[in-house]
């Protein structure tokens, strides 16, 4: 053996070459986890002649000898190595690197304290060297190997050997991250590419790699890189724990979309008793479209069938199909066929032409209270079903065929519309601009709608005394509907903006009703006539005027240094024909036995739900908008605001012969604060009260003397929201301990504050820096009709409150004051455990009262690994 001494205490390197004569693949290193190359010696590609077997007198200290490979080496590709000292045996074909030793193969880099390269065996081992003992005796190592794929994670452990002959390695002691998680094993060897055999061995996801919070132990692992793992026996083990056993288990280790078992949860409930929830497969066939199976088992009533098929391709289509299924009710265990279906669906046919739809049903009315835990699902009474196809012409034109149908689920009353024609025009100018200045009549502009419509009803007639359905009360009607609405807009005298108004409506229908007064009903009957017959209504005509002014107020003591008072003033004049004259032919006029008229109107029976509208009208609207708004000035910054806005609209019907003036409406709206919103709405009526209180008088409230309007209705929703967000590290260190920042800047309860409780100094407490938010709303209506007066108070609030950076509170709860009835309430907790996660929810509900505890690892590839406990009433 022949030894290359470095006098000067350098290390060593060197650079070879080897014959390419098998495929060793870029990575077949990599055995531990990551799939890294582990072959990292390389033989002579070149042969020289003439080389001596010993060192010339002359020859420099760093100068390697070039040495001829043996041709049976199974190495290709050059590699770059350096060392202390580097000791090469002819006879042996051995290299041997000790001290920092480093060899770099392609993307992959060696290190070790030793690394010993046997050429004709086709062999590599790395390990340590000893460096000193412990306390107990044992040598401690220094340089042990370190393997590392450029771009991946190094691989660890006390002994590395690889085989470049049949591409398989083992390494000792082992240990690296591969995601999902971190790999330790006594033995792990690799065979083939892909495939590692980790024995005595663990895996978590925690990365406290030193002490894990929990793992998986088993005594057999066999690894897919990147694909999964089938371990025999596991044990799951928190804080080195063992609570769970299992004779085999299989993890992926793919993330995204993957076929797999679904893991139920256990729960009960008062009615079914304890429960196996949501157990089954997901099928994930392709990239398109998926679908799920789920069942439930219900340890009283029986098995209730889930299933969704999802698809979506980008940019064409996407949607889902889901559908439930029970042979027994849940609630009573009797045999009766309850389901559910739903579906959604969006389709991109071209870029002008799209079809979409969604929609549910369900067995019964009652479905919905009895399957869902969730508070608006429950109380949902009617079910919408749409589809559409719409196409988008030239000109911003569209035109669309929907259909659509609503069932309410308490009276059982089922209405459609199909088909629904629709074409839509946007406004255009009637007389286009030809040139940069256009005149005024180039602002004449017009919009054109139409629909063709047929609509149906089923209503059931139920049986007072039984409840039982006794028919169905069906009626159908179709029709044509047109609108055109010109529109134009100009300015005189420069300071008012005139707007005339006018709209046509023309219905065309195929049937109409001809009503006939019957004596001895003291009545009027319907009768369906066919034929056609059409209605062309004049609706809006009208003209409008509003101008602006503006009013300036000095506060030269505050901080709000201005107020500026906007006031936008409108006044306009509406004409209408009384369309129920029988010169129009649109309605029937009778009286019955008591002189009472009657009038009735012939197109009632159209798709569009219109009545034609009668009694004349010539009518002066009149509204002021009310804007005040503020000038700030803080530090020397003007800031400008909106303080309030206070809007009235009335009207005056001079073809009216009592009761002309309509009723006065109201509309506050305020933001004095960042998150405090305010919104009012009232109505005011200008005449007295009739004596029998069934209606208004002709009289104005303040013909005896003066009075204000009396009131209607009024209605207020006050919203507040308030968090506080604890002062940054800088501005703590400045201020006292107790101070608190300011109120309602905003903070983000997913930041990653530090933990006030972690530490046990008790100073930490002086100040209240506990970030927290509140939502606060409350909502009043007033309503007097003249013979009752309607009161609902409802109040909702929603807190969260973040005790440590791990500790989490939310609450929530609906109100209904007035009645002093709690409607719904839930609690949250929320604890952040490093690599798991506890969520505990309770729902203490008269109606619906239940309660959720799940601890579940936070790594989604582990999402099911979870332990739930759900059930209905109270856990206290």
């Not at 791990?806 to 839930?826: A, C, F, G, P, T």
Request: proline residues 6%; aromatic residues 12%; charged residues 25%.
């Amino acid at each position: 053996m022949k030894r290359l001494h470095d006098k000067q205490n350098r290390p060593r390197s060197g650079w070879e070459t080897g014959p390419r004569k098998s495929a060793w693949r870029r990575g077949a290193l990599a055995i531990l986890l990551l799939g890294p190359a582990l072959a990292l010696s390389q033989p002579l590609d070149t042969l020289q002649a003439g080389v001596p077997d010993t060192l010339s007198a002359d020859t420099a200290p760093d100068t390697l000898l070039t040495l001829t490979p043996p041709p049976r080496s199974q190495v290709e590709g050059p590699v770059r190595y350096w060392a202390e000292n580097i000791d090469f045996s002819l006879p042996e074909q051995l290299t041997l690197l000790e001290g920092n030793a480093k060899i770099v193969y392609q993307n992959v880099t060696l290190t070790a304290g030793k690394i010993e390269i046997f050429w004709e065996r086709n062999r590599l081992a790395a390990e340590g060297l000893a460096d000193s003992t412990d306390s107990l005796g044992n040598p401690v190592y220094r340089g042990l190997p370190v393997l590392t794929e450029q771009g991946e994670e190094p691989i660890r452990g006390f002994r590395l050997e690889y085989d470049f002959a049949n591409n398989r390695g083992k390494v000792l002691e082992g240990r690296t991250n591969m995601d999902p998680g971190h790999y330790h094993g006594k033995d792990i060897r690799k065979v083939g590419q892909e495939t590692l055999l980790i024995k005595d061995g663990y895996f978590t996801t925690c990365d406290n790699e030193e002490h894990p919070h929990y793992y998986f132990r088993s005594s057999k692992m066999r690894v897919r890189v990147k694909k999964q793992a089938v371990v025999q026996p596991v044990i799951l083990y928190i804080a080195d724990v063992p609570v769970l056993a299992a004779p085999f288990a299989v993890f992926s280790l793919q993330r995204g979309r993957r076929s797999g078992i679904i893991i139920p949860k256990f729960g009960q409930t008062n009615f079914g008793g304890r429960y196996l929830q949501d157990f089954g497969y997901y099928w994930a066939p392709s990239q398109y479209w998926d679908f799920t199976a789920l069942a439930t088992f219900y340890e009283k009533t029986g098995m209730v069938y889930n299933g969704q098929f999802q698809y979506n391709k980008r940019y064409v289509y996407n949607g889902r199909l889901n559908g439930s299924y029970s042979p027994k009710d849940v609630r009573t265990g009797q045999p009766v066929q309850r389901w559910q279906i739903g579906f959604d669906h969006f389709h991109q046919v071209s870029p002008t032409f799209t079809i979409s739809g969604n929609g549910r049903f369900v067995s019964d009315q009652d479905f919905l209270k009895d399957y869902y835990s969730d508070f608006d699902q429950r109380t949902n009474q009617t079910l919408t079903t749409n589809v559409s196809a719409k196409k988008t012409l030239p000109g911003s034109r569209t035109l669309s065929l929907n259909m659509r149908r609503t069932e309410n689920l308490q009276t059982g009353r089922l209405d459609y519309d199909f088909p629904d024609l629709q074409f839509r025009q946007p406004s255009l100018s009637l007389f286009p601009a030809k040139s940069s200045r256009p005149a005024w009549y180039n602002n004449i502009r017009y919009s054109y709608n139409s629909s063709l419509k047929s609509s149906g009803s089923k209503i059931p007639i139920i049986d007072d005394s039984t409840g039982q359905t006794l028919r169905f009360e069906r009626s159908s009607a179709s029709g044509w509907g047109h609108d055109i609405v010109p529109s134009f807009s100009t300015k005189v005298l420069k300071y008012i903006n005139l707007t005339p108004s006018l709209q046509f409506q023309e219905l065309w229908v195929k049937e109409y009703l001809n009503y006939r007064f019957v004596d001895s009903l003291n009545a009027v009957v319907a009768d369906t006539v066919q034929g056609f017959r059409a209605r062309h209504l004049f609706t809006g005509i009208g003209l409008g005027a509003r101008t602006t002014f503006y009013g300036l107020w000095e506060m030269p003591f505050t901080s709000l240094k201005v107020i500026r008072h906007k006031i936008d003033p409108n006044i306009g004049f509406r004409y209408q024909p009384d369309y129920s004259a029988e010169s129009f032919g649109y309605y029937q006029t009778f009286a019955d036995t008591n002189g009472q008229i009657i009038k009735r109107d012939r197109f009632e029976k159209n798709p569009f739900g219109s009545r034609t509208p009668q009694g004349k009208v010539s009518a002066v609207t009149i509204g002021v908008s009310n804007l005040f708004q503020g000038k700030l000035l803080r530090k020397e910054e003007e800031k400008k605001i909106d303080l309030f806005r206070l809007d009235f609209n009335t009207a005056c019907n001079f073809a009216l012969d009592s009761l002309q003036w309509s009723d006065l409406s109201t509309t506050f709206q305020a933001k004095p604060l960042n998150r405090l919103n305010i919104t009012a709405n009232a109505r005011h009526s200008f005449y007295k009260k009739s004596p029998d209180g069934r209606g208004r008088a002709n009289e104005f409230v303040w013909s005896d003397g003066f009075a204000f309007p009396d009131l209607l209705n009024w209605s207020a929703n006050v919203n507040y929201g308030l968090s506080l967000r604890p002062p940054s590290p800088k501005t703590a260190a400045q201020a006292p301990a107790d101070t608190l920042s300011e109120a309602g800047e905003e903070y983000s309860l997913l930041q990653d504050d530090t933990d006030i409780l972690a530490s046990r100094d008790f100073e930490d407490f002086k100040g209240l820096d506990i970030p927290w938010s509140v939502d606060l709303n409350f909502a009043y209506s007033y309503s007097d009709n003249g013979q009752t007066v309607t009161r609902r108070f409802d109040a909702s609030t929603s807190a969260r409150l973040r005790l440590t950076k791990n500790w989490n509170i939310s609450y929530s709860n609906r109100v209904n004051i007035e009645e002093r009835e709690l409607v719904d309430q839930r609690f949250r907790i929320e604890r952040d455990l490093h690599c798991w996660v506890l969520n505990f929810e309770w729902s203490p509900n008269p109606n619906f009262g239940y309660y959720r505890l799940e601890i579940r690892i936070k790594e989604p590839i582990l999402r099911d690994l979870k332990v739930t406990k759900t059930a209905t009433g109270t856990p206290f």
